[in-house]
């Protein structure tokens, strides 16, 4: 059944004011069913977890650890696989850590990654990189921002420990063909690691199927809360690694024996999550993949698909606006970076603003694709989600008719 979006805006009350939100690339709105769940959990079942014996606690253990099957299966994994952390940004670092912590990424090794990726998918390397003695090799971009899939087998050499990859540019909306990668990757040895902060949200995965070892994503630009992401790890590498933080949660016992303070780590997802973890969040993002669910995901990337292609269509018609990556819909997920000639991309938000739509402006934590694609100023972000309608489209193609008959056409 076709995903309703007039329907499923009845779930997020900023939009009953007529708002067209088209920022959901940088987080999504929340359904009343998230905020309800984490209200009540809050409010009644709330104590902290995997500490006490009594009842409360035994409750707040249960939903923490249903949150981890939700999730789990929603990414095709089990529930011992998937590592709650705050956002995608920590599940890289928390990813490139382990790593590193790990003697995955020594002295002369090489981790590959894009020159398309966020900053979250760039910073931890290079700074692992530089801890280690290793170095950062950067898949160079064709000319419509898409990393050079074909280079692939030219940039992995036996030295290469890691590759990490972006599932869809927060961008250019390009997936990267990450089965291929991953098999690739597997081939040389190396570990393949997915920022999929774009993709969870937004198609269906099956990390295990497609090859990945690793993966992050961030509930809060799935419909759930701020403050909670996941690393997902593959089961028996999680079981085989250290983990690169320490302290309450992650040990299962600590002695002290003739050579000092012996550790035994607890199992895993645990031994990951050091300290107090997001207990209220993991209920919210429970609830926002149960949310999900319902839609189906199929149902999400094939609404997302049609929008995306209306308003591809809509701006190759206006031969004002400059696309950054692939022109054709089919190349690209519900993601739509522009700029309208002569005017600067804050400029232009300003004045959708004005008209009631909101888009992101600025370089999108993705500095050097921005400068590869001569945007070195940033580009204005429309991106899509369950909620827009075909409408939503329509208006943001009017009012930037609207914004450069007044203002940039008479440049
Ligand atoms: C592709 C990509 N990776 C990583 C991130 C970082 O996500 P977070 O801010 O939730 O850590 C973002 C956020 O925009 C993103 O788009």
Redesign the pocket.
């Given at each position: 059944m076709a995903l309703d979006c007039t329907r499923v805006r009845q779930d997020f009350p900023p939009l009953s004011s007529g708002l067209v939100f088209l920022d959901n690339?940088?987080s999504t709105l929340k359904p009343r069913s998230v905020m309800e769940a984490m209200h009540s959990f809050g409010l009644s079942s709330y104590a902290n977890v995997h500490r006490g014996v009594y009842r409360l606690s035994m409750e707040a253990s249960k939903a923490y650890e249903d949150a981890h099957e939700v999730v789990a299966k929603f990414v095709g994994g089990t529930w011992e696989e998937v590592v709650f952390t705050r956002?995608?940004?920590?599940s890289?670092q928390t990813a490139a850590l382990t790593l590193y912590a790990n003697g995955v990424i020594t002295r002369g090794s090489e981790i590959l990654i894009t020159m398309a990726e966020?900053h979250?998918?760039m910073i931890p390397w290079l700074r692992v990189a530089k801890m280690a003695g290793a170095s950062v090799k950067m898949l160079p971009l064709d000319e419509e921002g898409v990393p050079r899939w074909d280079l692939l087998d030219e940039y992995l050499t036996p030295k290469t420990s890691v590759v990490a990859i972006?599932h869809?540019?927060?961008v250019t909306g390009s997936k990267a063909p990450v089965e291929e990668v991953a098999r690739k990757a597997r081939s040389t040895g190396a570990l393949l690691v997915l920022?999929s902060?774009?993709g969870v949200p937004h198609t269906p995965v099956n990390f295990k199927a497609m090859g990945v070892d690793m993966a992050?994503f961030?509930g809060?630009?799935m419909l759930g809360p701020t403050g909670i992401?996941v690393l997902w790890i593959r089961r028996d590498l999680a079981e085989e690694l250290e983990p690169p933080l320490g302290g309450g949660g992650t040990v299962d016992r600590v002695k002290l024996g003739s050579g000092g303070v012996e550790i035994r780590w607890s199992t895993t997802p645990w031994k990951f999550e050091a300290g107090t973890p997001p207990i209220i969040e993991a209920v919210g993002l429970a609830e926002a993949v149960r949310y999900l669910e319902a839609i189906g995901m199929e149902n999400v990337e094939r609404h997302e698909e049609e929008l995306t292609r209306a308003l591809l269509e809509g701006i190759a018609e206006r031969e004002y606006i400059e696309v950054l990556g692939p022109r054709s819909p089919g190349r690209r997920q519900g993601i739509v970076a522009f700029n309208i000639r002569g005017m600067k991309p804050d400029w232009v938000g300003l004045a959708l603003d004005r008209r009631g739509i909101a888009v992101r402006t600025g370089l999108?934590?993705a500095h050097i694709l921005h400068d590869a694609l001569g945007h070195s100023e940033g580009s204005v972000r429309a991106s899509l989600y369950i909620y827009n309608c075909i409408s939503d489209v329509e208006k943001l193609l009017e009012a930037l008719d609207d914004i450069y008959k007044r203002h940039g056409g008479a440049k």
């Open positions: 690339a940088a956002n995608s940004t920590e890289l966020h979250a998918n972006g869809i540019s927060n920022d902060a774009q992050a961030s809060h630009k992401g999108h934590c």
